[in-house]
Structure formats: C-alpha cells, structure tokens
C-alpha cells in the first residue's frame, strides 16, 4: 500500500497482471524505451523485454487490428494509443472489427483486449490532442468502456478490463495521469473492481450529481465548496465504466434527491450523458422533480490557447453555478 | 510415371516474375495420390457449392449480397493444400473457396447464406463473416482489408506462443490499396512475422481494373517497401500455387519474416449479387474461361496418370451430390430464435 | 416535374449542381461507368467525363482527404463512400481534418464538401454494411448531418448541402433508394430546402412522433393505421437535419400533444434520439405530461438473417405498439 | 566566380541514391543573387524563431507541447525556394520551418504560439495547427499523415483547374508507415497529380528510428509501389534540396505525375516539449550537427564569393533581431476574446 498518482496505479496494474498472466502483453507506439508519451509505461520494457512490450511504426490500424487478432487467437492484448484522437486513424478496426467479430461469428470468438488511451482537454494540447470521444465509442455494440477517475478504481478497473473476455476501451484522463493532488493508497497487487458498476463517491442528499474521470474530482471539488459555503448536500455519482452503464445507481440516487445534473467534458451535442438523461427520463420520470441539466464541454473543438480551453471546458465553477441555478439559489 | 505439367495459361504468362528462384523444388511430387486428389475434390466443391449459391441468389434466397469464387479455386487450394491445419487463415468477402478449402463444413456454411439459425454464424454473420476456428479460419470480412489486422495478430500470436504456425492472408487485388495494406506489411515484416499474403488478382475491384486503380504492373513489385520476398504466380495452376505457397510457408516457419504473393486469377461472375459488367467485354471472360483452373488441373492428373478420366468424372459427380445434400440441408434448417438477435454481443 | 424516387431525386440533384457550378465534381469507388454500388450515379460518367466523374481506388481516407483538400482550395466535392459502415476507413479524414480545419485554422478556411453515403438497415446486407452511425457524425463539432425521408427532401436538401460551406455528410437511406412506393413528383431544375429546419409531415394532436430518413416513413405508415383504427392523431416531424438540430420545431410540436416518441433505426444505447429527448427536457420540462419514449434498433450489430434483422430494427408494428402504450390503450 | 559545393555529410553520403539522373542542370546557378541570400536568411530566421520557442517551452509559456525544426532547416527553404509563390505546400506537426520558408508572418506566428488572439489561428490552433492560406500554406497537422490527404486535393483541384501549380506535401519518416502514406501516395500516381512528397527522414518518429518501424534502408525505395520516380538526397544540403525539387516540380507541372523525394536531416532537439533522448546517444547528435545545415551553406556563399562572412554575420544578427521583435509582438499581443471560443466551428 503506497500513496501513488493516476499513472502510477495504471502502469502497477499493468505490472501485475504481466506477471500474473504471460499472454498479457503490450503494444503501442513509443511504449518501450521511451516509455510511452506520457511515460507510463516507463520501466516495463526493461522489465519485461521487447516481446512483450512492443513498439509499433505509426499505424493505428495495424496495431488495433494486431490486437484483435492476437486476441482471438488466445493472448489478451494491451495496446495504447498514444491520444484517444488518434483513435480516428483505426476506427474501422475498432467499430467493425473489435466489437463486432464476436456476434458476427454468432459468439464463437472472444476479443479480449484492452484499448488503453489519453484522454479530455486541459493540457493546452489543441484540437487534435484534447477530445473525449466517449460518445462514439459508448455507441458501438461491443465495446465496453471504462472512465476511472482515480488511482485506487484506475487500477482496479484495469485489471478487471485486462480479464474481461471483450474488447475495452480503457480512456485515461490527462489531466489526472500525474496530478499529485489526486494521489491516493493504493493496494499492490491484485485487485478488481467490477465493470459496469458506479460508485457513489460522496454522498448527499440535496442533488445527485453524475460524472465520470477527471469530471469526478471536479464535481467533488463543487460540492465541498457548496457544502461548506452554503450547506448545500450534493452526491456525487461516478458511472466509472459508462457501457454497460449502471443506471440503477442513479436512478436510485436521483430517488433521494429528486435533482439531476450530469457533468462531462464532451462537446454537450449528442453527448453521451444524453444517453443518461435520456434513461432517467424513460425510467423515472416520476422521480424528479426539475428538470435534469448537463454541464459539458461546449460545441466546438477544444481550443488551444489557454483561456479559450477553459471556457470550451466544464469547471468547478460552472459546474457551482450550475447546481446553484438548479435549486433556485442564483 | 510420365513428366507431366499443368498446361501454360497464355494470358498470365506474359505477366509472370520469373520463377525459377522459388521453384527449386518441386513439392508437389512429394503428395501422396490422395492428396493431390483431394486437391480436385476440393477445387469442385467450392465449383458447385457457388453454382448453387448462386441459384439462391436467383431465386431470392440470398437477401442482401454474396461473392462468388467461381474461376479462382485454384489459388483457395493450392494456398491452404500447402499449409498445415492448425496455420491460421484470414479470408475476405469472397470468401467460400477458403472455407471449403480449409475443411468448413458445406452445411453448416449452405445454412448460413440462407440466415438459418444452425448455420455458420447462427444466421448473425451471413456469407461475408463465415468464420470457424475450429479449422483455424479466421473468417471473412465485410470490410476489404478489415481482414489484414487480424492476420497480423495471429501470426504474432504464434510468435509469441513460439509455434512455428504460419497464417496465410488471403486479399484482393482491390484490397492492396487501402491503407491497411501498407501499415500490416509494414508491420509484419518490421517484426518478421510468418504471415503469407496471398493476393488474388482477378484484375478487378469491383470495377475498377487493376490499371485505374494502381500505376503499376505487378503488385507484387510492392514487397519493394517492405523489404520482404514476393512473387507473382499463375493463380489458375494449382500445382504452382502448391508450390510456390508451401516454399514461402517454410521460409516463414523459420522466422524469415512475410512474403507477398499475387497470384493472378479471373473471376468468371459478377462483382456481387447485381453487376451488368459494363466494365469488362465478354470476349476477355470467354478467353478466361479457357484457363479455367479446374479443368487444367483435372487434364493434368489424367496425363500424368495420377487419376483416370473416369475417376475424375466420379469426383465431379460426387461434388454435384454432395453440395445438393448441403443445399437441402439448409433449406430443412430451421430460422434463428428471435430471442438470438441479442445474445453474442458480449462474452461473459 | 415528375415522379421519381429517392435515388433518382438525389440523382438529380447532383446533375443539375454539376451543370450549374463548374466547381463540383464526384469521386468514389465504382461511381463512374458502373455507376455505383446502387446505381446511383449512372449515367453521370457519360455526361461529365472521367475528370469530373472520378473512379478512386479502395482507399476511403485518401477519398476523404482528397475532398477536403479540394474543398480548402475552391473546389466543392460531392463524394460518395459506398456504404456508410466504411467510413470507420476514413473517420480520421472525417473526424480530425473536415470537421476541425475551419475551427483549427482560425476561420481562415472552408471545407464545402458533401460526403453521400448509404446508411441503414433492412436490406440483409449484415453487420459491415448496415449501421445507423448518425450519432457519430452529428457529435463531432464542424459537420452538419442530413437524413432525408423522401424524394422531394432529398433533392432540395442534397443542393443545399453542395453550397454549403461546411462539410455536410448525407446518409442516404439504402430502402428508400429504390422503393417506388415512396416516389413522389419532384420538381425539374434546382430548388433548395435549407439545412437545419424539420418540417412537420403530418399534423396531428395526440402524440409527436420525431423521426428521420426511413423511420418517417415508418412512422407515417404507423400514423396512418392508428388514425384509420383507431382514431388516433399522431404529429409526424421529420427532422430533415439532424445537425444542425430544429429543437424549435420538435418543442413546438411536443406542447400541443404534450406526448414525444422518437423514432430510430440505429441502437438505441447513445443514440441520437437520446440528444433529442434531452433536450426536450431541457427546454420543455413542463411540456410533457408522459415520459417519451424511444423506439430504436437493438443493442447489437445488424444480423444478416433476415428474421433476425427485422426483430432488430423498429418497425411500423413496433411503432404502434409503443404508442399505444404511451396512450395507455394496449 | 570560383567552383565551389557545398561540403559532404559524411553520415549522409553512404546512404544517398545515386543522383546523377537528376543532376544534369543545376539550376541554383540560375538564381540571382539575392534569392540565394534569402535561402540563407530564411534559414537563420527559422533557427532562432525555433530557439526563441524553446525558451517559451522552458519558461512555461508553451502550455500544451510543441515540435523544434531545428537542424533540419535546408528541407523546408530548399524546397520551398524551388517553387512558386502559388504553389500549395502541405505541412506537418513539426511545422514552423515550412511556413516560415513559405513566407508567412513570424509575428502572428509567434503569437499563435503562446495563445495570443491575434495569432494566426486565434489561438485556436496552436502550433501544430498553424495554416496560411494567403501563403498557399495548407497548414500543420495534430494527426501524423493527415496532411497528406488534403494535400493529395490541393494537386487535384490544380488539375481540375487546369493550372500549373505543384503541391510540396512534407511528411516525417514515421508517416511513412501509416495507412494513408500509401493510399495518398497510390492515388495521386493514378491520377498523375503534380505533387511533390517531401520526407524529412530525420531518422526518429518520436523515439523509434527507422530501423525499428520499417525493413528497409531507404524509404525512397517505395516508388516502386506506385510506379514513380523517387531519389534520396542530402536534406542538408539546401543547394542539393533546391536542384532536385526544381527538377522534379518541372517534371510535375508538364504532367508526369508524383515523385518522392527523401531527404535525410537530423533532428537536433528532443521530438517535442517533454524528451529525455534515451533512444539515442549525444554522441550521435553531436556527430550530426558538425553538418549544420546552415554552416554548410553559409560556408559555401562565402567560399563562392556570393557573400562575405561579414554580410552573413549581418543577415545572422539581423535574423536574432528579427525574432526578438516577433517574440516582443507576441508577449504584448492580447489573449482572445472569451466569446470566439464558439465562432468559426462553422462557415456561413
Ligand atoms: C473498406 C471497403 N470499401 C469498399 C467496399 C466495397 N467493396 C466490396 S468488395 C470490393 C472490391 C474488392 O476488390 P478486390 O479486393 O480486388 O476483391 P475481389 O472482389 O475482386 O475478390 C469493394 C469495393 C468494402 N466492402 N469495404
Ligand atoms: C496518427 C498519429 N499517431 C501518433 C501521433 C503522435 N506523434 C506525433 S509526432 C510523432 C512522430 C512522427 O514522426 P515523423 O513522421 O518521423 O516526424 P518527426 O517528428 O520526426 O518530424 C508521433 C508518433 C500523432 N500525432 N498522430
Ligand atoms: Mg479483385
Ligand atoms: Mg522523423
């Protein structure tokens, strides 16, 4: 047990489950000796050697395809794709391939793997560095996808993905990866934490909050404040795997609360917290009382400049004002 | 027995790489006779088994679309003669001559076309995802080149695993230019997979003829960019197909990485379900036609005394019955279960 | 003026643009003497020539990337990609540079593209060549989305969406294509239908059933049979658009029968509809007096037997069936 | 005048294709004086515009990450200077020396930088995303080989047009190995586009060198999948870089199709904001930069007695000069407006 970052929790849950299980192995660009771009995968190459830890050439495609058929054929691949936006360069293999050969083959395939991949805004990277594609990916029959939002689930989570039989999208947040702030005891070895299970990170009474990743911490970061400025009680919900969806925990929190506000860095059009309020609306209607608004990203790409990225982005701040407007108390 | 070869096709001729590298040794004359037999039995299969295919898609069995292999047995063949079981193939959608090939069961592949709930893929998948790897296919695939990934990944496997499998890569022509194409040779002869790409030039994607879609001659030339051996053989003379696949599959098993073989062919039909052909004229399918690799092959096993004209009209004739069977098969099979549309999406 | 279908129409359309504007040309696979895959463009390679009726090699990124480019510099491509599964090739193209150059560069450039392309389920075609991927497209911030429902839509919206400048991708629905039970009069020469307006294809005052593409036609069949059964009233809107979204005609809609159903064919986890009913909440809380509902495709790939297919789909059975019991008459 | 050439790179030279077919006039004899001053001038101004960006790195101004073009200065004004004003060029990731060459604005250049409102993109871009469309600069691309797409437009649009303008598209050694390389590259020798692929192989995508992402030596090598002409050069030479693309932009704009052009270069600094260089030596780099692209040059305008040392110190300090100020415009340029965050998504 050790007080570790996001990154850190990732790169040990990929440590055990490598030493645990030798048809794990990883593949990607720049994962070796270099690490990976964000250095996560730092130390595993010298640990485990160049077969099971794999540089690629530039090839998004080849790599998620290299995945899926080592997957079918027994191994249980980890690949990373060094920004979930590079994502687009293999799509294909992700949405025809990846989540489809099982049911096409009427189940007589499994496709284990796990798509690792950087996430969201924040980090000045610019338009095709920052986006958070959940939506496209939570769409597709198939795929499950995972959005842990700290070190303690992010391992947990991942080694639950590495030993599921589909394939797993997997979006690490950026802005989390090094964060000390966000550091946290994390049990060694191994651990599960089931998929499609959310968590109730705070719990509250006043409204039900709903987010997933680094949307979490600042959903928690507002309701402390709220809590302590004003005695407003938020819950705070993390869906932490968003398909399958655990929409039973919502439902029953927003029983409690009666107040819906689901928060997520997405562009807010076509959204994937649509899907959610979406689901609340068709299987508790009754239960709220206002209606349900989302605090998300704004329509547009993420900008690069500094200011600008922030307002694309939700905040502590709009996600206070939000809440605040909601109960009727701006 | 009499010195005996499969007769020239003169239209490929003008287009084949020189050979005489791969052809050392001739491994054909290593089969046993039932081996070289089982070669026709399977080339006449795949013949009848499209013809009635075919028929369905007449008589609007066949709902959506299906890609018939008619005229390019022989590359199916001779490719997966030369391989072992338990190598792995990736198909693409013209995709029932490596089925056959590879050992599928006719039924369970007739039933599927027809979306019966005991076929393939449970009626789920239908003719261009007819997977089974139990024979170690790695199945079909919608997607032109969504296949070549795959391959990868399953000669990876192997390497990994340290088996000495080899993966055989079935592709079109049309297939070689898509982006795919490149990043898989790329990527396979980086980490010198034994993956055999097996390209069947039909001289057509679709409509689009070899010379609209590439600037170049022979595809082959692209193992240029890889760095890796490639070849271009007559893809109508299973023989050479044998030979030249079952040579490569042994440079591979020995971790000399990927080879690249084009192996030049004809399709007799139409692209798919509907293809008035304006793109090509009938006298060039008619001058195919005169290649026709079943027939070559089936000359050459008389005159080299392997089998007799009678035995070979016995196969043929068993090939007709044993499709019919399969024909009935599926048309008794029953539809899918409703309650099957969403089960298989996840594994547990 | 007359009567012609859904493929005709669109045919049309892209003649006329062509003998209008130098500028446009077509390119894809198979469009030229072979007319493409669905027949579409016959006839247009004989009139046009191969330089303004361009065959491509199978190779959907660089078609992609190749209108782009032509768009950035004063061309406006019409470009087909055979059936919309495929776009999972070129999704970077789509996704990363169509969408994203006008905002990246500043709004220094425009990107007037169409990318036409068929879309949806129905026809046995199975997983690779069937999908509803509305929902990707529309959530990308850059792109407009069409989905017409007839021939005379199809026509006026397809011109339109040749000059706009933005990339516009048209889903064309491959049952409407041919199907003479939908061919309608259709004006000769050009008219447009602008972008962003749905239109209200049967009025009615029990129930707003929010459709698109195909599904309006469904939903009309449904309408039709309730009213002659069962004196039921259904308000059909046809979205037209569905980026940019007409929230205005939807709520418009939704306060005189107090009732909304959304009708897709693509699955329903994450789907476009879930957008539509979101935002009905949003801005029409108090509007509903039931909680709408969504008939939509199953959450699975699309089968190729057609039994199989047609129990994944909606269908006007279904639509019916789920009106009733919103109307609490089942 | 005294013959004079440019000094050899010794790592260069081994690796080069013989390149007498394309040597045959040496047309940077032909320039005036001043234009090959201005190859020198552009060299400094995107030398010390790149060390001035690597101070915003150090000091924190860059806030995501950003991408240094210095050492491999004579690609982008070699290349550039070989073609017109209006001709497209298409750019990459690593992107400042190309739109510096093309002529664009170092001041606004700047300011994009460090998120200023009057930068080129309005900060909305940032540096990997930096266009000039006044410039005929298509732009730097986020996406490795997404440029080259649009690129493969821009030609097309001048053949529709019937004009006679090239495109340059530059692309890094490990674009090389994506999927759109290949379609690109296979489309455009379809069509017979006047598109001149120029690839700065400097040796590393990000930390992988060329001999861990492809099995061969010289990338060049890949015109033969595309029935193309194609040649390795010194990219640091910008004399050699300057003939060649003259060369080859003639043989584009009468018609002849895409050519490759490889030229290898060094990158000097770590691939981007973040990079320890564990994947190669300092021994290396040092190796490399006693080939100064810029020295070399400059050593022969001098020894060719087209300039004096003294005039070249003075376009040297000018350059310095030259980008203080830039750097000055940037620091006091305004942030954007907080309300442009949702304009341009769309065009009217
Ligand atoms: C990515 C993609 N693009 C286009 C198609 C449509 N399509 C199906 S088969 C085909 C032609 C393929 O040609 P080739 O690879 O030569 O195989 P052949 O049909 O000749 O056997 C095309 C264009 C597809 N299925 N997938
Ligand atoms: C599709 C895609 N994959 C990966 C990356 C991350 N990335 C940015 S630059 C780079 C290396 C590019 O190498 P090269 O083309 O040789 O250009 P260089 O950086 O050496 O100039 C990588 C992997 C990216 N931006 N886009
Ligand atoms: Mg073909
Ligand atoms: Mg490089």
Redesign the pocket.
């Known amino acids: 047990m050790s007080e570790i970052t996001y990154l850190e929790a990732i790169r040990d849950a990929i440590r055990e489950v490598m030493k645990e299980d030798e048809s794990v192995f990883l593949l990607g660009?720049?994962i070796g000796l270099y690490g990976g771009?964000f250095g996560l995968t730092n130390g595993l190459f010298a640990e485990f050697g160049s077969e099971r830890v794999k540089d690629t050439p530039?090839s998004?495609s080849a790599i998620i395809g290299t995945a899926v058929g080592s997957a079918i054929t027994g191994m249980r691949p980890i690949l990373e794709?060094?920004?979930s936006?590079?994502t687009?360069?293999g799509w294909d293999q992700i949405m025809n391939q990846a989540a489809k050969i099982r049911y096409m083959f009427g189940g007589k395939a499994k496709v284990p793997m796990v798509l690792r991949t950087a996430s969201g805004g924040g980090a000045g990277f610019g338009p095709?560095?920052s986006q958070s594609l959940e939506a496209l990916f939570a769409h597709i029959p198939g795929l499950k996808v995972v959005m842990p939002s700290n070190p303690y689930d992010a391992k947990g989570l991942f080694i639950s993905s590495v030993y599921d039989n589909n394939p797993v999208i997997f979006l690490e947040h950026k802005c989390l990866y090094k964060n000390k702030k966000y550091a946290q005891e994390v049990p060694d070895g191994i651990y599960t934490i089931p998929l499609g299970k959310g968590e109730v990170k705070r719990p509250g009474k006043d409204i039900s909050i709903v987010a997933s990743s680094y949307m979490v911490q600042k959903s928690l970061e507002a309701a402390e404040i709220l809590q302590k400025d004003m005695q407003i009680n938020c819950e705070v919900v993390d869906l932490r795997t968003i398909r399958p969806l655990d929409i039973d925990i919502i439902l029953e929190s927003v029983k409690k609360t009666g107040k819906l506000m689901c928060v997520e860095e997405a562009c807010s059009f076509g959204s994937f917290m649509g899907e959610v309020i979406t689901q609340v609306i068709e299987k508790g209607f009754d239960l709220l009382d206002a209606p349900p608004i989302r605090i998300a990203g704004k329509n547009c790409p993420v900008p690069y400049s500094f200011i600008l990225e922030q307002e694309m982005l939700p905040s502590v701040e709009k996600i206070k004002d939000g809440i605040l407007n909601m109960l009727g108390k701006n | 027995m009499k010195e005996c070869k499969v007769r020239e096709c003169a239209i490929i001729k003008k287009k084949l790489t020189d050979l005489k590298d791969y052809k050392i040794v001739d491994r054909y004359s290593n089969l046993k006779k039932e081996e070289k037999v089982e070669m026709l039995k399977k080339m006449y299969h795949i013949r009848y088994f499209e013809s009635e295919v075919e028929q369905f898609i007449l008589k609007g069995q066949i709902y959506g679309t299906c890609h018939l292999y008619i005229g390019e047995e022989a590359n199916a063949v001779g490719a997966i003669t030369a391989i072992r079981k338990d190598d792995w193939i990736a198909s693409h959608h013209r995709g029932h001559g490596h089925c056959i090939a590879k050992g599928s069961d006719i039924n369970l592949m007739m039933a599927e076309l027809i979306g019966k709930g005991n076929g393939y893929c449970k009626g789920k998948g239908g003719s261009m995802h007819i997977a089974d790897l139990h024979t170690y296919n790695l199945g079909a695939n919608g997607i032109v080149g969504g296949g070549m990934g795959v391959a990868v990944g399953a000669a990876l496997t192997n390497k990994l695993k340290k088996k000495d499998g080899v993966v055989i890569c079935f592709i079109g022509d049309g297939s070689t230019n898509n982006g795919i194409f490149h990043e898989s040779l790329n990527i396979s002869s980086v980490w010198k997979l034994p993956l055999i790409y097996y390209c069947e030039n039909n001289q057509y994607g679709m409509s689009t003829s070899i010379a609209n879609s590439t600037n170049i001659e022979r595809l082959s030339d692209r193992k240029a960019s890889y760095g890796i051996e490639g070849v271009t053989i007559d893809g109508n003379n299973v023989v050479d197909v044998y030979n030249v696949v079952s040579y490569f599959a042994e440079q591979c098993r020995t971790g000399k990485g990927p080879v690249f073989i084009e192996g030049l062919t004809y399709r007799w039909r139409g692209h798919s379900k509907h293809d008035s052909q304006v793109y090509r004229t009938k006298d060039e399918v008619e001058q195919w036609k005169e290649y026709d690799p079943i027939i070559r092959y089936k000359e050459f096993l008389i005159e080299s005394e392997i089998i007799t004209a009678d035995e070979a009209k016995a196969i043929e004739d068993q090939a007709v019955k044993d499709i019919k069977a399969a024909v009935d098969f599926a048309d008794k099979s029953p539809y899918p279960d409703l309650k099957e549309v969403e089960t298989d999406v996840y594994a547990d």
Do not use: R
């Open positions: 660009e720049d771009s530039i998004e794709i060094m920004f936006d590079f687009g360069c095709h560095h």
